[in-house]
């Protein structure tokens, strides 16, 4: 890449907490222009940081404390707060990790793809339109020359995803920051947006860093790879050579680990007969839009049923179906052998007990300001009605069983990474004792050696408690990790529902294979096989 233009450089970059702990220390970054780095690294190890920290931006409660950021000559930290704004957006665009907490609700989504090429007064409101409608077809979203006059709330978080990476385009800027911006698509709509990134690129010969957790992922669009931990460099490479010849344990360590997902099943003979959950014939809606249309489901004690499916299938739909948080417009309901009130204010507290979920994303599903003994005894003292002696003694318990430190107790969530943020979800979950938890694509936001932590935990705990897991996902390799039985949703219908390994091994749905064939694999040339297939049927 020396004969290409150098985009972005960044030397000595450091960054401090308020406190004065170290979050990034002295990282050197070069991307030269059509080119692709990768960031790999566990939760915590500064990815995301330093992707802001291209745009000169930290998050609250952190600062640049050294180091230069020059972007196409330019050092954006020597600029005033007006250079730097000039230079979002048009010079460098960010695509965030989490869409629905990056849109404004109160604003179109053709509002705010338009809203930065109009800032920058680089086109006109219908050129910059007509511009929004090109990268709304070509990210495969639903109707796209109407999709703009929809606001957040009546798009799935896969489109947002999608909509977001629209808007980051629109000004065509020289380098893209993309913080795992396909984490929340289903693996058919992944290899889509992956597709469609990796031509941008190319076509308008853009600069990226793309930061992602996901081996096999990155593996598809990077040029080279700089794997990070605890805000240091571990190495830097050639993709091929990342994947096939780390130099550094840990490296080997989040490759092995990425590696074995894909052959590892779920253990057999851990189910019992007796059938906990039994759903028949739901149909559910939002307002007019008929989102379940006839879905029956079983799941027995001690066992794990996964639901897969693109975005907006219906698989959250669901969940909140049982939950009771959505009530299904008919269909029959049976919990424990009684029929199940459709509402959740309708169900005793007791059967609220007995059902408990683990949301996707830990961040917005506990309270900041509440210390982990408050997060995980309110539910002990609310269901159980013990003393603070009895619900000390029980969050005590509960940290042990999800293996975190007892002195951890004590904390707030700001204080911890990702994956322990999302153990004590699971603790909050599993202080109800319940029968059934529903996972909620737990370990999608994980890198691969803090998710294969939670898989564990989770299939120690179902083990132990006899608990009976439906796990919504988009993971594969997770549903071949823990699900023992799989059922496949398109359009609000089961395609498919059979035993994991059956379903895996012989699909016999076009669009269960369409999945199984999405799935990336670790070489680098996985997707341009998949490119050149496609064009020579």
């Known amino acids: 890449m020396s004969d290409q233009e150098l985009i972005l450089e960044i030397k000595g970059l450091r960054l401090e907490s308020i406190a004065g702990n170290v979050i990034v220390d002295n990282v050197d970054v070069k991307v030269h222009r059509g080119e692709v780095l990768g960031l790999i690294g566990e939760s915590g190890a500064g990815k995301s940081t330093i992707g802001l920290s291209a745009l000169c931006y930290a998050r609250a409660g952190v600062h640049i404390a050294g180091g230069d950021i020059v972007i196409g000559g330019v050092n954006i930290r020597a600029l005033d707060t007006e250079g730097r704004r000039e230079m979002r957006g048009k010079r460098i665009a960010y695509i965030a990790q ?23 007064k680089l086109m006109s409101r219908s050129e910059a339109e007509a511009w929004a409608r090109q990268l709304f077809t070509a ?17 799935s978080g896969g489109q947002l995803q999608r909509a977001m990476a629209a808007m980051a385009m629109s000004c065509r800027p020289d380098i893209l920051i993309l913080d795992e911006p396909t984490t929340a698509l289903d693996v058919t709509t992944q290899i889509e947006v992956l597709i469609l990134l990796k031509s941008l690129i ?16 990155v593996a598809q669009v990077a040029d080279r790879i700089k794997v990070l931990r605890h805000g240091k460099e571990v190495e830097e490479g050639l993709t091929s050579q990342i994947l096939h010849n780390a130099k550094q344990d840990y490296t080997a360590r989040l490759v092995a680990v990425r590696g ?33 249309k006839g879905v029956s489901l079983d799941v027995k004690l001690g066992e794990t049923v996964a639901v897969v499916g693109e975005s907006g299938s219906g698989k959250s739909t669901l969940a909140r179906i049982v939950t009771g948080l959505l009530p299904p417009k008919s269909g029959e309901i049976i919990f424990q052998g009684k029929a199940l009130a459709r509402s959740l204010k309708e169900r005793s507290k007791e059967t609220k007990r007995r059902i408990q979920l683990v949301y996707q994303i830990p961040d917005v599903a506990i309270n900041p300001r509440q210390s982990l003994m408050e997060i995980i005894g309110r539910p002990v003292q609310f269901y159980f009605g013990v003393g603070r002696k009895e619900m000390e003694e029980r969050a005590r318990e509960l940290m042990n069983l999800v293996e975190l430190p007892l002195e951890y107790l004590t904390r707030r969530p700001g204080q911890l990474s990702g994956g322990q943020k999302q153990r004590v979800c699971i603790a909050r979950a599993l202080a109800a004792k319940p029968d059934m938890i529903i996972l909620d694509e737990p ?17 120690k705990l179902q083990r132990e408690l006899k608990l009976s897991y439906i796990l919504i996902t988009h993971d594969l390799d997770v549903v071949h990790r823990i699900a023992h039985r799989t059922a496949v ?4 219908k089961f395609v498919a529902f059979d035993a994991t390994d059956k379903i895996f091994d012989k699909p016999e749905h076009p669009y269960t294979q369409k999945l199984i064939t999405a799935v990336p ?4 040339d996985w997707l341009d096989e ?3 297939q496609r064009r020579a049927a």
């Not at 999608?444 to 989770?458: K, M, R």
């Open 443 to 459: 370990t999608s936001a994980l890198d691969p050696l803090v998710a294969e932590e939670i898989l564990t935990l989770l299939r």
């Open 139 to 155: 990210l495969d979203l639903p109707d796209p020359e109407h999709f703009g006059e929809r606001y957040p709330h009546q798009a």
């Open 260 to 292: 074995a997902a894909a052959s590892e099943r779920a253990a057999p003979g851990t189910v019992k007969d007796t059938v906990v959950l039994s759903i028949t014939d739901c149909h559910a809606y939002y307002g007019d839009f008929h989102v379940v």
């Open 521 to 524: 694999e670790m070489r680098v």
């Open 530 to 532: 998949v490119l050149a």
């Open 202 to 217: 190319h076509q308008y010969n853009t600069a990226a860093i793309y930061i992602t957790h996901d081996l096999a992922v």
């Open 489 to 492: 949703m398109l359009q609000g």
């Open 98 to 120: 989490s869409a629905t907490a990056a849109f404004n609700p109160a604003h179109t989504l053709m509002d705010q793809v338009c809203e930065a090429p109009l800032i920058h």
